[in-house]
């Protein structure tokens, strides 16, 4: 009786043994397909250049949406921000521009390295130029960061483009939302043409959340106050 | 004897409202008798001290608080001391008394109403319906000192209670049975479906009063009236203005009405439901209907002449009607969230109130931990998108 016990449990814990070591092959090889189809998607150094380019335009708007979702700053600071994790005081528009800016020339030359596991390499042409403009519309501007040449050969190189984003977010229009929102005697009960205004209040009901969202192009401008 | 019933002259009845208009003072000079108690023992054995009034007894009487009187109907007193009680066919119905410590409920009739006073030891009420000289007066005066309780009981078993806050505190019944007065006290209604209260200071409140409840009131600066019946529970309190009157029956001049759960109010005012504010209203202009049953509130700033005209508070929210304006304020104290709907005619606006969610039109304020909260978090965790 015994020993029926003991060959039961060795074949349950063979059991699991086979069962783990089927989950960590199957993981592997998903993560080596994953990266195997990556880097087959670069075959030429035109591909090369448009996955650079590609993902200078989604750093663009990852760091524009960064900036509305941090109340005007793209990365976090925990030492500022509330237990919304946003900004508690208004940034003029210059200062988000300046944010906004900085943000980008610290991050889009880390599009080089999507192409760590390919043939082909980005070339920087020194620290990235970029140019934000926020009026009606936001407009970026990062220039050419270098070239990507293949890696055995400096023969086989391409330009990167300029790149130029128009975004249909009105970052002074928002402000100025903000703004009157925020009254010094409390939140403005206001509706705005192609906005909606959102507010929450934190369990404690020591800060209170605005989030103003642009309906089209579904851009959100987040900013807490302490009550 | 000469019946001479000590009033204060502080106790001029009111005279500017109307309530006492045609009245006659009538001269009530008359011989009374003394009451002789040894007509009216008990015979019982072991009943000393016990007297029964039989509906011939009239007269004056002094009386010691050892003495157990019993009216001709059979209700009994006991522990009080009066040098005047007065006795009209067999029936108390006058007198200045003193409670000791074992004084029962103290029963006075008039030709309206059996007044019945609940006091304390040293507590002392005084009941007249003549003045010093005699002259009868068209309202029974009840003069009580501090914590005293006078009832009236209807027949319809509804009652109306005077509490007196000083020792200086009147409380007139008018011999037209609805016209009340009272001074430094409250009064209190009560049938089974509704309570009523309105407080009075040292001004001589006028107070319209039937069986079914209080149907007019002066509110004096600072002073309130409050309703409680199935919808609401409502206190409104007179912070501004030197009176104030209040009524739940039609009447033209009223500044505040509440009518079949309708409240409408004018002028400066706050409105507590449940103890805490529901609405006050900053600005003398400023007229608000509150409709119980629909839970719409309108308000109206007739001549606005200030930066702020009215506070709302609905559940965690404070609204601010102000010029050109309307704010919101999150309060940590839970209101009564009575208001669905909140019209500003002059801010040109409908707020609305549901499920801890403020709304104007896509301008939405959430109360932390709502149902409204829950279901905006709910629908973004789907979409990224706004509430």
Redesign the interface.
């Known amino acids: 009786m015994a020993t029926a016990k003991k060959g039961q449990f060795t074949l349950f814990v063979a059991f699991a043994l086979v069962l783990v070591v089927l989950i960590v092959l199957g993981y592997y090889i998903l993560q080596q397909k994953n990266a195997g189809e990556e880097i087959a998607k670069i075959e030429s150094i035109a591909d090369a250049r448009q996955a650079v380019e590609a993902c200078i335009t989604d750093t663009i708007e990852d760091n524009l949406y960064a900036l509305g979702y941090n109340g005007g700053y793209v990365n976090k600071n925990s030492y500022t921000f509330s237990s919304f994790n946003t900004s508690y005081e208004l940034l003029t528009v210059e200062e988000m521009q300046h944010n906004l800016k900085s943000s980008l020339e610290r991050n889009v030359d880390n599009c080089g390295d999507i192409l760590e596991a390919t043939p082909y390499e980005l070339i920087l042409n020194g620290r990235p130029a970029v140019t934000v403009s926020f009026a009606d519309t936001a407009i970026i501007n990062v220039d050419s960061l270098g070239i990507i040449q293949q890696r055995d050969t400096a023969e086989i190189r391409e330009t990167v483009t300029e790149m130029e984003k128009e975004f249909q977010v009105n970052i002074p229009q928002i402000h100025a939302i903000v703004e009157q929102i925020f009254?010094p005697?409390?939140?403005?009960?206001?509706?705005?043409d192609g906005?909606?205004?959102?507010?929450?209040?934190?369990?404690?009901?020591s800060e209170?959340l605005l989030?103003v969202?642009h309906?089209e192009s579904?851009f959100?401008f987040r900013m807490t106050r302490i009550? | 004897m000469i019946l001479t019933l000590s009033v204060s002259q502080s106790a001029e009845p009111p005279t500017s409202d109307g309530f006492n208009e045609g009245a006659e003072e009538v001269t009530a000079e008359e011989e009374q008798k003394t009451i002789d108690w040894s007509l009216y023992q008990n015979p019982e054995e072991g009943a000393e001290g016990e007297f029964l009034l039989t509906d011939d007894a009239n007269g004056i009487a002094q009386v010691t608080p050892d003495q157990t009187i019993c009216d001709a109907v059979g209700d009994c007193t006991i522990g009080f001391g009066t040098q005047n009680m007065e006795v009209q066919n067999g029936l108390v119905t006058g007198g200045l008394f003193t409670a000791n410590a074992e004084a029962s409920l103290l029963k006075v009739h008039n030709t309206l109403f059996d007044v019945y006073f609940d006091m304390s030891e040293g507590d002392t009420v005084e009941v007249a319906d003549t003045s010093p000289r005699g002259t009868e007066l068209d309202y029974f005066l009840n003069k009580l000192t501090e914590g005293i309780k006078a009832l009236i009981q209807y027949d319809t078993g509804a009652t109306q209670e005077f509490q007196a806050s000083s020792n200086n505190s009147l409380y007139f019944i008018y011999k037209n049975e609805t016209h009340f007065a009272i001074t430094e006290g409250i009064l209190t209604y009560t049938d089974e479906n509704l309570t009523q209260v309105l407080e009075a200071g040292e001004e001589n409140t006028q107070v319209e009063a039937t069986k079914t409840g209080i149907k007019k009131g002066i509110l004096y600066k600072n002073k309130t009236f409050s309703q409680k019946a199935d919808l609401l529970n409502i206190t409104i309190k007179n912070t501004e203005n030197e009176e104030y009157v209040i009524c739940t029956e039609a009447s033209p001049d009223c500044q505040a009405t509440l009518i079949d759960n309708v409240l409408v109010t004018n002028g400066k005012v706050t409105v507590l439901q449940d103890g805490l504010p529901l609405y006050e209203t900053l600005d003398a202009s400023a007229v608000v209907e509150m409709d119980f049953n629909t839970k719409i509130l309108q308000a109206n700033i007739l001549k606005p002449n200030r930066e702020e005209y009215l506070l709302l508070y609905v559940g965690?929210y404070?609204?601010?009607e102000?010029k050109g304006?309307?704010?919101?304020?999150?309060?940590?104290e839970e209101h009564a969230s009575i208001v669905n709907t909140y019209i500003s005619i002059l801010n040109d606006?409908t707020?609305l109130f549901n499920e801890g969610t403020?709304s104007?039109?896509?301008?939405?304020?959430?109360?932390?931990?709502s149902a409204g909260?829950d279901s905006?978090i709910a629908y973004r965790g789907e979409g990224?998108?706004?509430?």
């Open positions: 009254d005697e409390g939140i403005l009960i206001e509706s705005y906005y909606a205004i959102n507010i929450f209040v934190s369990p404690e009901y209170e989030e969202h309906e579904g959100v009550v | 965690h404070q609204v601010i102000g304006k309307m704010l919101l304020n999150p309060v940590k606006r707020i403020v104007y039109n896509t301008f939405k304020a959430f109360t932390p931990g909260e905006c990224n998108g706004y509430c």
